[in-house]
Structure formats: C-alpha cells, structure tokens
C-alpha cells in the first residue's frame, strides 16, 4: 500500500471519528440543554424560538448548505476538504439524536462537557488539515470578498449568536453557553498541540512555482510570507525561497497546498516556540 492511500486512510478515519465525537456532544449535551455555544448547534439552539423548527434538523440542514454555498465560492479545494465531516455531520447527529443517552445534570456540567467533546472532535478532525466547515464558513467567504480580518468576522459572528441568546433565553443561558464556547477552545489547541508538538512552525520552501504557493498561502491560509533570493552551494543556480509561520492548524493544510502544486518541492520545517506580533499575539482564531 503506498504511503498517498495511507494517509487517505488515515485521514479519513481522523475525520470520522472527530466528526463522530462533536455530534455526540451536540446531541448529548449542546441540544439537549440548550447551551448557546459556537457552531451550527449553537445558532439553531439561539434561533429555536423564533423559528420553532427542530435543532437537530436546523443544524443538519444549515451544515450542508453552507457547505455547497462554501463550495461554490470558496472553490473546489475547500468543498473537497470540508465535504466529508460535513456530509458526516447531518447522519451522525440523526443517529446520536436517536440511540445516545442524555445524561440528567446540571446544564452547567452539560456545557463543560459539550464543549470538551466537541472540541475534541473538531481538534482531531483539524490535525488532519480537514475542517467541520459550519460557522467557520461565513467568516471564510466574507474574508474572500472583502478582506475584512477573519479574526474580526469571527468575533462578530459568535456575538451574533450570543446576541440572539440573549433574545431569546436570558444572562444566565448566555453565561452557561461561554462555558462551552471557552472549553471548546482549549480543546481544539491542547489535541493539535499533542499532534505537533510545538505552537507553530516556521517553514521555509523552496520550489520553482513558489509564486503560485506564496498566492494561495496568503489568500486561503491569510498568513504573510517573506520570499528571499538564494542560490544554490552546488551549481550557483539562483533560487526563490518562501518564509512562512502557520500555526499548528494550518500547517497539514500548507503541506497540502505545496504537494498539489509543486511535489517536488524543497521544505524545511522547524518547531516555532516563540512569537510576537499580529496574527500571534492577539489570540488569532483560525
């Protein structure tokens, strides 16, 4: 078996599972209790009365057709890294909403709870350069056409949602929601940083087409770069050579824009424990 159709294999296990973990959240705990956390679960929770349609089938509906709008402007790469855990979602919280057990606790403890597993879930899902897609994907498409910060759209669009609960339910629901809004968070970072092992990587690059890698570096993982001229010890040849910090996120998704374009391509990663400035410093979510 080559080493392409095991990390297939891999990948897709990965992606399953994670996805798997997060429905069993929303269904086990998000829904249930109806916490206003982040995510597609959260919104149909906020927005359950206004609209009185069931949660489950808001958050399945909503996921999938975010997903081909994401497709659709976002283009066919992102469609193809998101499709699967998005396609899995809608079929895994069917099941999980049929056959799991609702534990009887405090909508508090449900909160901590959902937002431990379904951070998890979206973690190991991450570490694989795949996504959930959902919410993430508004900020996304709105960044495309705008530019505006994702940092920015996603902070405004999880006050939307907070907003919303606020509406609809009262302080307190809004207060237990941040619970799992904030565990959801240092969930995702503690799975991937067991994953990498390190912050961030700093990766320099070496190819021929490092124009087309630094244009897509720049507008789908919004990171800047320092291209610098080198020439080669061997035979002088001048060279192009690409210097980017991508957080651990990001990474398995930079190692799979440069395999796409160029698979003969130079790369040297090293573990970056140490940053300082916008897109680090600031609490970045990406």
Known sequence: MSEKVKKKIKNTVFVTFGTFLLCL????????????SGGVAGLAVALKPFIHVNETLFANILTIGLLLFGGLVLGKSFFFETALSS????????????????????PAIASFYGGLLGGIGIGIVMTVGASTGGMDIPPLIIHKLTGTKISALVL???????????????????????????????????????????????????????DEINDRINDELNRGTTVYDVHGGYQGTPRKVLLVVVSQKQYSALISIVDNIDPKAFVITTDAVDMHGEGFTYGFRI
């Open 25 to 36: 959240a929303v269904e086990m705990f998000i829904i249930p209790y109806n916490i206003l």
């Open 156 to 210: 405004i669009t999880d006050m939307m949602t907070v907003l919303l609960g606020l509406i609809a339910y009262d302080l307190s629901s809004v207060l237990i929601g941040l619970i799992s809004v904030f565990i959801t968070s240092i969930a995702i970072e503690k799975v991937l940083s067991i994953s990498e092992g390190a912050t961030a990587k700093s990766v320099q690059i070496i190819s021929i087409h490092w």
């Open 87 to 106: 396609f899995l979602y809608p079929v895994f919280t069917t099941l999980c909403a049929k056959y799991a057990t609702v534990p009887v606790i405090d």
